[in-house]
C-alpha cells in the first residue's frame, strides 16, 4: 500500500459536491444562525481584533485552560477580557452534553443512523445545540463519524455506521442542526481512528482510494454543512500522528475542501509544538502541554509569528461565524426533563431483526403475563462509556415502564438471569482469610491507596466471576500469572508481595469501621503507592473514565468482571488495587470483592427459566459495554447472558430479546427465540419507548447501518495484521470492502445485512425506473403498505460496478435511500436521487473522483441482502 492518502491538487467537481446534495428524508427549514465556517469570509472585525492582539494574547487561544467557572466541560480557552474576545467552552458530545449538569440523553449516535433519517439527524443536533447553550457552552465535540471498520471496536456506538453515503448523509443534518443554534460544531475523530485499542499509537496503513471512498467522505460532508471544526484524532496514519499530518490537516482538509475552520486535538492527541501546528492544527488540548512552547519557538526565530496569527485567525473567524464574538442577547434555554425528539429516535432507530408469528406487539393477553428477566431491564443502559456519557435528565427504568403501560392488573415479574452484582467472596475462600467489604460509612479516606495481595481458593471447581466493584478512581483486579507477577515486583521493591504480604505503607488509619467492614491482611496507605501493572497485563476493570463496567451494582459501585477458572482447594494468586483520583477529584474509596460462583449462576438461570414457564411470554433484555478506551474483547455477549437466552427460550417458545448493544454481536440463540428488538443504547428515553414498542403503541422503525456477522471470523477484519494490528500496524489491506462491501465480495452470509430491520406490517415494491436528473439520476419506484397498520420502510437504492470496472468495485454500494411512513393499504411513488459521487471511483491517477461509466445495475431493496427490484441504466459522464 502506498503512503499517499492524498497529495491532491486535482478538486473533482463531482467528488465534493455530491456528498450532501440529497438528503433521505424532509428537514425542518435551516435556521439562519450562525453562518457555517467554511462560507464565512474573513470578517474584518476579526482583522481588527489580531491586530489588537499580543503574541501572548494570541497564542492563548491556542491551547487550554482551566475553566475557572468550574462547569464541568471538556476543554476550556479563556480569551481575552480585554479585547472582549469571551471564553470558548468546549463540551462532549456526540449523545449529550456532558457537564456537571445533567442534560438531554440522547440514544447513542449508531441509533440515530439506525433511522436512515436526516430530519432526525437534524433535530439529533439541534439539541445538542440547545443544551449546549444551556449549559454555557460553545463547542460541541461532535460529530463523530469515524466509519465502522472493526466489528469489537468500543465506541462504535458512537459513531454513524458503516457506510460513507449514509453517514455522510447523516453528519451534514447533524451538523447543520449544531451549527444553527449558534454552536460550533467539530467533526471528529480526523482520521482513521476506528479502533481503540492501542489508539494513541497504531498507524493506520490505508491507501488514498481507499481513505477519499470510505474513510473521509463523513468528514467532508460534516465541513461542507459547515462544521466550524475538526479534531485530529489519536492515532498515526502511515506512521504520522493525526495532529501533526499536513497531507490530512492541510492538503485534503484545507486545499481540496477548503475548510476555513480550525483544527484541535484530541485530548492528549499532540505530540509536538511548531510542527503540529505549522501542518495544520491550531489548537491543542485539554492544556498547553506542547503548545506552551509556542511563545519559546517564535522567540528563538523557529516559528514565524505569521503562523500563529493565522491559526488565530481560524479561530476567531469560527467564533465569529457562530456569532460568539458579539454579546448573546438569546435567553440561556432551558433543558426539559423528558425529551420528544430522544423518544422519537429511540423509537424510529430500533431495529426489529426477527418476529415469528408476529409475536411483537404483544397481544392484550400476553401483555397481562410477562417475566422480565436480564440485568438492563431494570437499570436503563442509556448510554455507551468514556467521553461521550452524559448525566441523563431523566432514567426510568424498563421494567417500570412496562408495568406502568401493561396496567396494575398486569402480572410481570422480575428475575435477574445474569448476576451482575453476584455476591460477597466468602472469607473462607480468601487466604489470607479476608472480608473484603469496604462500602458505604466504612469508606477509605480519599487519597488513600488500599492494595491486597493473597490468593482465592475455590470450594467447587468451576467457572467463577470475580468483580472488582470499587468507587474512586482507577481499580484494577489482576489474577493468575498477571498476579503473581505483580506479587513478585511488589516484593522486589520492598513493599511486601505474596499471600497475606499487605504492608501497611503509612496507614491512613480510621479506615475499617464496624464489623463486617474492612479487609484483613491488606495494605491501605497514602497514594501514590499503586502498583503499576507490570507491562503486558490486562488489569480488569479500571473504573472511572473509560472504565470497564457500564452498569454499577445496586449500591453505585464501578463493577468490573474477569471470568475465570478455578479449581477447587487449588489457591489462585491475585492482586487488588483502589484509589487514585476521580475525574472530578479524590473521594473516599470503596470496594468489594466479589464474585458469581456456578452455584449463584445456576440457581439465577433457575429462577429465571422458572418465571418464563409461569408467564404467557418472556422478555429477556441483553447487552454488551461498549466504552471509549478499550475495543470489546470478543463479539460476544459478555458473561452468561448467551446461556441465559438460551434457556429462557427452551423454557418459553414466546421469548423476546431486547438488546441494548451499541455494535454487532454474536447470537446464537438467535434461531431459537421468537423475536428480537434491538434497541441500541436508547437514551433517557428508552425505557418508555422500550415499553411503547413491546406494547404496540409505537413500532420500531430502524434499519441495520452496521453488518452483523455470524461468526467473528467473518468479519473484514479478522486478520491480526488488519486488527489489532501488528508492529504497531494496523493494515488496511481490506481496502474498500468495508462492511456490507465485505460480505457481498466475499459471499459470506451475514447475521444479519447492513439495511435490515422488520416492521410491524408488510410492504411490497414495484415498477422501477430510473432517468438522467440533475447531474445525476432519478430512480423512482412504487411503494405499497400490504399490512393492517401504519408502518416506516425504508427503501435502499443500491448500484453495482460497470463490466469492465477501472478498479475493484463493490459488487454494489449504497446511493440512497428514503424513509417512508405508509398508512396500511396506502400505496406512494417514491423517488429517490442517486447524484455523481456514489457513482464515482477514486482516482488515483488524477487524484480526483472519476463517474465509473458503463452498464451498471441499479437496485432497489429492503436491506443491502433483500433487493426488490433491479434494472440496468447506461451511466454516462455527469452533464452538469
Ligand atoms: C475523546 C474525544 C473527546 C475528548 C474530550 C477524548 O478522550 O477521544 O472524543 O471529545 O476526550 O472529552
Not at 266 to 295: C, I, Q, V, Y
Not at 309 to 320: H, P, V
Request: proline share 8%; hydrophobic share 40%.
Amino acid at each position: 500500500m502506498n503512503r499517499t492518502i492524498a497529495c491532491a491538487v486535482v478538486v473533482a467537481a463531482l467528488a465534493v459536491t455530491g456528498v450532501v446534495a440529497q438528503s433521505g428524508g424532509q428537514r425542518p427549514p435551516a435556521k439562519t444562525t450562525g453562518t457555517p465556517a467554511a462560507q464565512a469570509k474573513a470578517p474584518s472585525k476579526v482583522d481588527g481584533l489580531l491586530a489588537a492582539m499580543t503574541l501572548d494574547e494570541k497564542l492563548s487561544m491556542l491551547y487550554g485552560a482551566t475553566d475557572p467557572a468550574g462547569y464541568g466541560e471538556a476543554g476550556y480557552i479563556a480569551g481575552v477580557p480585554r479585547l472582549n474576545i469571551p471564553p470558548l467552552r468546549l463540551t462532549d458530545g456526540p449523545a449529550g452534553i456532558r457537564t456537571a449538569q445533567p442534560a438531554t440523553a440522547l440514544p447513542a449516535p449508531v441509533a440515530l443512523a439506525s433511522t436512515f433519517s436526516v430530519a432526525l439527524a437534524e433535530q439529533f443536533g439541534e439539541v445538542l445545540g440547545q443544551d449546549a447553550r444551556a449549559r454555557h457552552q460553545n463547542v460541541v465535540l461532535a460529530p463523530m463519524v469515524n466509519i465502522v471498520r472493526v466489528p469489537q471496536g468500543g465506541r462504535n456506538f458512537e459513531t454513524l455506521g458503516e457506510d460513507p453515503l449514509l453517514a455522510s448523509r447523516l453528519v451534514a443534518a447533524e451538523t447543520r442542526g449544531i451549527q444553527g443554534e449558534g454552536v460550533i460544531a467539530t467533526v471528529k475523530h480526523y482520521a482513521f481512528n476506528n479502533q481503540e485499542n492501542a489508539r494513541n499509537s497504531v498507524s493506520a496503513e490505508v491507501d488514498e482510494r481507499t481513505g477519499r471512498e470510505i474513510y473521509l467522505p463523513g468528514f467532508e460532508a460534516s465541513i461542507k454543512a459547515g462544521a466550524g471544526s475538526v479534531m485530529a484524532s489519536y492515532n498515526r496514519i502511515n506512521g504520522t500522528y493525526a495532529a501533526e499530518n499536513p497531507q490530512l490537516l492541510t492538503d485534503v482538509l484545507r486545499k481540496d475542501w477548503g475548510f476555513k475552520g480550525f483544527v484541535m486535538s484530541d485530548w492528549g492527541a499532540t505530540h509536538s509544538a511548531a510542527p503540529a501546528l505549522k501542518s495544520g492544527m491550531e489548537m491543542e488540548m485539554p492544556n498547553g502541554r506542547n503548545f506552551g512552547a509556542l511563545a519559546d519557538a517564535v522567540k528563538k526565530g523557529e516559528l514565524t509569528e505569521s503562523v500563529v496569527n493565522e491559526a488565530a485567525k481560524r479561530i476567531l473567524t469560527a467564533m465569529d461565524a457562530a456569532g460568539l464574538l458579539a454579546p448573546d442577547t438569546r435567553p440561556v434555554p432551558e433543558i426539559p426533563t423528558t425529551s420528544v425528539v430522544a423518544r422519537d429516535i429511540a423509537i424510529a432507530g430500533s431495529v426489529l431483526l426477527k418476529n415469528q408469528g408476529n409475536v411483537l406487539p404483544l397481544s392484550k393477553e400476553d401483555a397481562q403475563s410477562i417475566a422480565v428477566i436480564g440485568p438492563t431491564a431494570k437499570v436503563l443502559l442509556f448510554g455507551g462509556g468514556g467521553s461521550s456519557a452524559v448525566r441523563p435528565m431523566r432514567r426510568e427504568i424498563p421494567l417500570d415502564a412496562l408495568q406502568k403501560k401493561a396496567g396494575p392488573g398486569a402480572r410481570i415479574t422480575y428475575a435477574k438471569g445474569y448476576d451482575l452484582d453476584g455476591e460477597l467472596v466468602p472469607p473462607s475462600a480468601l487466604r489470607p482469610e479476608a472480608t473484603i467489604n469496604i462500602v458505604g460509612s466504612n469508606a477509605l479516606p480519599a487519597g488513600t491507596t488500599f492494595t491486597w495481595n493473597g490468593t482465592v481458593v475455590a470450594p467447587k471447581t468451576g467457572d467463577y466471576i470475580l468483580k472488582l466493584q470499587s468507587v474512586g478512581g482507577r481499580g484494577s483486579l489482576l489474577t493468575g500469572a498477571a498476579a503473581t507477577a505483580a506479587q513478585q515486583q511488589a516484593a522486589a521493591a520492598g513493599r511486601g508481595a505474596g499471600p497475606g504480604g499487605g504492608q501497611p505503607a503509612g496507614v491512613g488509619g480510621g479506615q475499617q469501621a464496624g464489623a463486617g467492614g474492612g479487609a484483613r491482611g491488606a495494605a491501605q496507605g497514602p497514594a501514590p503507592a499503586a502498583p503499576v501493572a507490570p507491562t503486558g497485563m490486562i488489569p480488569v476493570g479500571v473504573p472511572g473514565f473509560g472504565g470497564s463496567a457500564l452498569l454499577q451494582t445496586a449500591d453505585g459501585l464501578s463493577n468490573a468482571s474477569t471470568p475465570i477458572h478455578l479449581e477447587a482447594g487449588v489457591p489462585t494468586p491475585i492482586v487488588i488495587t483502589a484509589g487514585g483520583t476521580g475525574r472530578g477529584g479524590p473521594v473516599p474509596i470503596q470496594v468489594r470483592l466479589a464474585w458469581v460462583s456456578p452455584d449463584i449462576e445456576k440457581a439465577r438461570i433457575d429462577e429465571a427459566v422458572a418465571a418464563a414457564k409461569a408467564a404467557r411470554v418472556a422478555v429477556v433484555f441483553v447487552y454488551d459495554e461498549g466504552t471509549e478506551g478499550r475495543d470489546r474483547a470478543s463479539l460476544s455477549l459478555p458473561g452468561i447472558q448467551d446461556k441465559l437466552v438460551a434457556a429462557v427460550a427452551a423454557a418459553n417458545p414466546r421469548t423476546v430479546v431486547v438488546m441494548n448493544n451499541g455494535a454487532p454481536v454474536l447470537m446464537p440463540w438467535a434461531g431459537q427465540v421468537a423475536a428480537i428488538l434491538q434497541v441500541w443504547y436508547p437514551g433517557q428515553e428508552g425505557a418508555e419507548a422500550t415499553a411503547s414498542m413491546l406494547l404496540g403503541e409505537a413500532a420500531p422503525g430502524g434499519r441495520l447501518p452496521v453488518t452483523f456477522p455470524s461468526r467473528a471470523e467473518d468479519a473484514p477484519t479478522a486478520k491480526p495484521e488488519r486488527y489489532p494490528g501488528v508492529d504497531g500496524k494496523g493494515t488496511y489491506s481490506e481496502g474498500i470492502f468495508v462492511g456490507y462491501r465485505w460480505y457481498d465480495q466475499e459471499k459470506i452470509e451475514p447475521l444479519y445485512p447492513f439495511g435490515f430491520g422488520l416492521s410491524y406490517t408488510t410492504f411490497a415494491y414495484s415498477n422501477i425506473g430510473v432517468k438522467r436528473a440533475g447531474g445525476g439520476y432519478d430512480v423512482t419506484f412504487t411503494l405499497k403498505n400490504t399490512g393492517t397498520r401504519e408502518g416506516v420502510e425504508v427503501p435502499q437504492v443500491y448500484v453495482g460496478p460497470p463490466p469492465s470496472a477501472p478498479v475493484p468495485m463493490a459488487v454494489k454500494a449504497l446511493a440512497g435511500f428514503e424513509r417512508v411512513v405508509l398508512a396500511p393499504g396506502a400505496t406512494k411513488n417514491v423517488t429517490v436521487h442517486v447524484d455523481a459521487q456514489p457513482l464515482s471511483y477514486w482516482s488515483t491517477k488524477d487524484h480526483a473522483f472519476k463517474v465509473a461509466v458503463g452498464k451498471r445495475t441499479f437496485m432497489v431493496g429492503a436491506s443491502s441482502r433483500d433487493i426488490k427490484l433491479t434494472t440496468d441504466v447506461n451511466v454516462s459522464e455527469s452533464r452538469r
